[in-house]
């Protein structure tokens, strides 16, 4: 999950031809019913080699099945296996805003030799990302603008201008979207999954979540219980944490990692990072072309690093001995612009930085005023010294949203399924581990695996023993009675 954007973007991007196109039994577009729209056929089409691509309609509203469509792209990795298949897992990388087809396209690497022989690995991009229609709400330069800027300290002419980027994004998101807008939810997303869990033909939905995909995958549980087969949340978001109460965790998560991460060397000190930052105020380094790092680039590439403590280190390393030693800060902006999707030209090749915004402003209600948020700074802070006062104001766009919130109407506690397992990492900074238990005690019927150690999400990052229990539990349904604890 990211902070103030979202989670790390899978960088492949893919396009998914019109030619895919999605033959229906004689429904027309003006007579949709729920009845129709669980009775497409998915037109499978050759794509990329070795997968699959088609598209699936969904309503934009569910209240108003008349109304406009998204169409949805979805992307499938045929089991190798066919004789002996168990199935298909839908696979979703986080976000908001990742791509999940994109990440489907990784099937070989996201998942073992095992699963891949035993089962179709197929992701979908919800509406509004990567290739189901997305939206952009921002120009280039307007993005810039939009990520560049920060309001710590308590800057009054800061937080003026902060505040007038985040009603240009909710005005210019509101443009581009029309009627859409009030529509991008992860409510809505969860239940687009069941359309497509209807039109795969799998009579129970198993499910690999990361990061914000386990809110995803919660959201889909507690809507449709009698359809959760196998289902793995992995680096969990806790569903019923308030969206301040989220950031305060994250700024105090990234801040924790930091510390780990200088306490493992001894060339920098939290000092050394505190003085870049704050130099960055008023003499900022600058690349041969004139770009500047801000202090909003720089607190973004330090977080960038710290998602992958094996190779994100040994890049911090780089970048504060290059930025400290040498006033070179071209470290920082490859490591800010990969957080933030931008390539080498200045264009941002893909829209997560939008949509994440816009999913999370339907996602939870943001009840502080301006002047609360203010009020908050100094709370943010405490918590957490050098992530604190940029997460502060991370959902202040959400303040000027000229769409209700869709947050559930059901209540996400007690969600009684089959057995589903959630993995957590005690020193996760993205997602903290106190969310996976609580988004564990949610479930009447849900395993928590912890992971000792570092960095975003424990499944596919090289660990054996987490690997193991993932891999056992999808192929046999069955995760065990005893504490499982990998370190």
């Known amino acids: 999950m990211r902070p103030k954007q979202g989670l790390i973007a899978i960088f492949l991007i893919i396009l998914i031809g019109a030619g895919l196109s999605l033959f229906l039994k004689g429904i027309t577009k003006t007579n949709w019913d729920m009845k129709a729209f669980n009775s497409q056929e998915l037109n499978w089409q050759d794509c990329y080699d070795s997968f699959e691509c088609a598209t699936f309609f969904v309503p934009v509203d569910y209240e108003n099945l008349n109304g406009q469509t998204f169409a949805l792209k979805v992307l499938r990795h045929q089991a190798l296996d066919q004789k002996n298949r168990l199935g298909a897992i839908l696979v979703n990388p986080g976000g908001p805003g990742g791509s999940a087809t994109d990440y489907a396209y990784n099937a ?66 509101a443009k581009a979207a029309g009627p859409k807008l009030g529509h991008y939810s992860t409510l809505e997303g969860a239940k687009d999954m069941e359309i497509l869990r209807n039109l795969l033909h799998e009579k129970k939905l198993n499910f690999l979540g990361k990061s914000y995909g386990t809110y995803l ?37 990234f801040d924790k990692a930091l510390n780990n991460y200088l306490a493992s060397q001894k060339k920098f000190k939290l000092d050394d ?46 970048l504060l001995d290059d930025a400290i030693t040498k006033d070179n800060p071209d470290g920082i902006f490859e490591s800010a612009d990969r957080y933030n999707n931008r390539d080498l030209s200045g264009n941002y090749y893909n829209n997560q930085n939008d949509i994440s915004i816009m999913i999370t402003c339907l996602d939870w209600q943001e009840t502080r ?119």
């Open 108 to 173: 070989e690497s996201i998942v073992s030799a095992e699963l891949n022989n035993k089962f179709d690995i197929v992701g979908f991009d919800p509406r509004g990302i990567n290739n189901s229609q997305p939206i952009r709400c921002l120009t280039n330069t307007e993005e810039d603008q939009f990520l560049n800027a920060d309001a710590s300290n308590g800057d009054s002419k800061k937080l003026a201008k902060l505040v007038k980027l985040s009603q240009n994004f909710a005005a210019k998101c």
């Open 273 to 318: 990072i505190t003085k870049l930052i704050a130099r960055s105020e008023s003499k900022p380094l600058r690349s041969k072309t004139g770009r500047e790092a801000k202090q909003s680039l720089i607190v973004t590439a330090i977080a960038q690093s710290l998602y992958n403590s094996q190779s994100g280190w040994k890049e911090l390393t780089n």
């Open 217 to 253: 995958g919660t959201l889909y549980a507690a809507l449709y219980p009698e359809s959760v087969g196998r289902m793995v949340l992995d680096g969990a978001v806790a569903p019923n944490v308030s969206l301040r109460d989220q950031e305060i965790a994250q700024a105090n998560g």
């Open 369 to 487: 005023t301006v002047d609360e948020m203010v009020a908050d700074e100094s709370i943010f802070k405490e918590a957490s010294p050098v992530f604190g006062p940029y997460l502060s104001f991370a959902s202040l766009s959400c303040k000027f949203w000229k769409a209700k919130p869709m947050v559930p109407k059901i209540e996400l506690t007690n969600i009684k399924t089959d057995p589903i397992l959630v993995i957590g990492v005690t020193e996760d900074p993205a997602t903290p581990f106190n969310w996976a238990q609580i988004l564990t005690k949610s479930f009447t019927n849900a395993k928590l695996l912890t992971l000792k150690g570092e960095g975003h999400t424990g499944h596919n990052r090289g660990n054996e023993c987490v690997d193991t229990v993932v891999d056992s539990y999808f192929l046999t349904g069955k995760i065990g009675t005893t504490s499982l604890i990998c370190a």
